[in-house]
């Protein structure tokens, strides 16, 4: 599936992964091939992904929203915590 992270000012991150967690409002959550189709709010946390290559990153956001069609997710935020 492909994901996008996306701030006001730049594109964090476009690619393809086989999972993405996001620190949901309502509690954590993951997202894998196939999910149904979702849109949720996300609060300050980290969001962790798979690449499809097997490599795991991670990224430290601010408050934003999450949606997925058809294998695509898109993580719209706030900003990022500089580490």
Known sequence: MNL????????LFHGK?????VPAIGGRFEVLN???PIVA???HGE???QLAKGEKR?????QGFI??????VSLLVSGVEEK
């Open 58 to 62: 991670s990224i430290t956001v601010d």
């Open 4 to 11: 996008v992270i996306l701030t006001p000012d730049k594109e």
């Open 34 to 36: 196939g999910h149904a």
């Open 67 to 72: 949606e997925v069609i058809r294998n695509e």
């Open 47 to 49: 969001i962790r992904f």
């Open 41 to 43: 709010a996300i609060g």
């Open 17 to 21: 992964v086989t999972s993405v967690n």
